[in-house]
């Protein structure tokens, strides 16, 4: 499998987290957050993670045992 089709799963998540911390960040002041902001948020930082963890993974997974 190439290099490439490995990394895929991490920028499609890490694309996704970006959109919707772009999109949260445009909200005016942060006083006026809803409870469907503060989820987006929690969502957006767990797409975050989630890219981390993937790519921890491939980097463990490339090294020579």
Not at 1 to 10: Q, T, V
Request: some cysteine; hydrophobic content about 55%; overall charge positive.
């Amino acid at each position: 499998m190439s290099d490439w089709r490995k990394l895929a799963p991490i920028f499609s998540v890490l694309i996704i987290g970006l959109i919707n911390l772009n999109n949260v960040a445009g909200k005016p002041r942060f006083q006026t957050f809803q409870t469907i902001d503060v989820v987006q948020l929690i969502a957006t930082g767990m797409c975050f993670g989630a890219a981390l963890g993937l790519l921890v993974m491939f980097f463990r997974g490339a090294r020579p045992s």
